[in-house]
C-alpha cells in the first residue's frame, strides 16, 4: 500500500543543517536517568522536542541519528531533548532491564526537566519516537493529551503490542521468557541482546491503536517500504482526531532507513522531513 505525503520537501532545511550550530549539553534528569539538551545557538522562540529512541538502542540512535536530527532541529530554531531509558539507553548494553512502565515514567520524568529549562514554551512542545519509541510517545501522549502539540513517528509499533510478540521477531524470545524468565535474541541484525519476562509482561493491555485516538494534536507517520513491522500508516490516519495528520511510506527503506548506508540510505529524507514538520505544526 502506497501513501501520499502532504509534507512539502524543504531543501532550506538541508542548507540550515550544514550551517547551523547549537549548544548541546549533557544533563541529569534524575539519578538514573541521563540526556542531551540542545538549544539553537540563535533565534530560538521556546518551541522544542522530546526524542524518545528505539528498543536496545540509546540516545544518539543507531549510526548518530538522532545526533542529526537533534542539529537539524537548532538548525531550524527548535531545541530538543533525547534521553537514554533506563535499563536500556546504552548502544553496548546487552541485557535488557527496562519496561514499557519505566520508559513511559523516563518520558514523563523528560518532559518535566525540558518544561523547567528556561525560554521553554510549554505549548510548543512536541515528540518523536523511533520504533519502540514512537509507541512510547504515544501511550504517554494518550495519558497527558495536553502534553504534546505535534507527533512523529518514524516505523513505530501498532496495534495489540502484547499480542503480537508471538508472530513477529521477537516471537521465540517471548516464548522463551515466558518459559525460563529469560531470553536471548538477535535484534534487527545489529546485536544480541538478553530480554526478561517482565519485559514482555508490561505490555499487557496496550494497544497503541486506542492510545492514539486519544491524542489532539499534529501527527507525522513515517516508515519504510521494507520495515519488518507491518505498515499500520492507513489506520492511523484513520485513528488521528487532530490535524495535520499526514503519513510517508519510503519506498525501499528498512526499519532502520539504512542509516548505516551514509548518503546512500534514507535517513537524510527522514531528518528533512521530520524537521520540515516540527517547523510546520509547533
Known amino acids: 500500500m502506497n501513501f501520499k505525503c502532504l509534507v512539502p520537501v524543504a531543501v532550506a532545511v538541508l542548507l540550515m543543517?550544514?550551517?547551523g550550530r547549537a549548544a548541546e549539553t549533557a544533563v541529569t534528569i534524575n539519578p538514573e536517568l541521563r540526556g542531551s539538551w540542545v538549544v539553537p545557538d540563535k533565534g530560538w522562540d521556546g518551541r522544542a522536542v522530546l526524542l524518545l529512541h528505539g528498543?536496545?538502542?540509546d540516545m544518539d540512535e543507531a549510526g548518530g541519528f538522532y545526533k542529526r536530527l537533534a542539529?537539524?532541529?537548532?538548525?531550524?530554531g527548535i531545541a530538543s531533548l533525547r534521553i537514554n531509558f533506563r535499563g536500556e539507553g546504552d548502544a553496548a548494553r546487552t541485557r535488557i532491564e527496562s519496561t514499557f512502565a519505566t520508559r513511559i515514567a523516563d518520558t514523563e520524568a523528560a518532559r518535566g526537566f525540558l518544561l523547567?529549562?528556561?525560554?521553554?514554551?510549554?505549548?510548543r512542545v512536541g515528540v518523536q519516537g523511533w520504533s519502540l519509541g514512537g509507541a512510547t510517545a504515544i501511550e504517554t501522549a494518550a495519558r497527558h493529551p495536553d502534553w504534546f502539540r505535534s507527533m512523529v513517528l518514524w516505523a513505530t509499533v501498532s496495534g495489540d503490542v502484547y499480542g503480537d510478540f508471538p508472530k513477529g521477531i521477537f516471537g521465540a524470545a517471548f516464548l522463551q521468557a515466558g518459559r525460563e524468565g529469560i531470553a536471548s535474541m538477535e535484534f534487527n541484525g545489529w546485536k544480541t541482546v538478553t530480554i526478561r519476562r517482565e519485559?514482555?509482561?508490561?505490555?499487557?493491555?496496550?494497544?497503541v491503536d486506542r492510545s492514539l485516538a486519544k491524542y489532539p494534536g499534529a501527527l507525522l507517520a513515517i516508515r519504510g517500504s521494507e520495515d519488518f513491522l507491518p505498515?499500520?500508516?492507513a489506520e492511523f490516519m484513520r485513528i488521528a482526531k487532530g490535524r495535520p495528520a499526514e503519513a510517508l511510506l519510503i519506498s525501499g527503506a528498512d526499519h532502520l532507513f539504512h542509516v548505516f548506508a551514509g548518503e546512500k540510505g534514507e535517513s537524510a529524507r527522514v531528518i528533512e522531513v521530520t524537521v520540515a514538520w516540527f517547523g510546520r505544526t509547533l
Open 231 to 233: 505498515q499500520h500508516e
Open 55 to 57: 528498543f536496545a538502542s
Open 199 to 207: 519485559f514482555f509482561e508490561s505490555f499487557r493491555g496496550t494497544d
Open 116 to 123: 523547567g529549562q528556561p525560554g521553554v514554551v510549554p505549548a
Open 17 to 19: 543543517m550544514a550551517g
Open 71 to 76: 542539529a537539524g532541529l537548532a538548525a531550524q
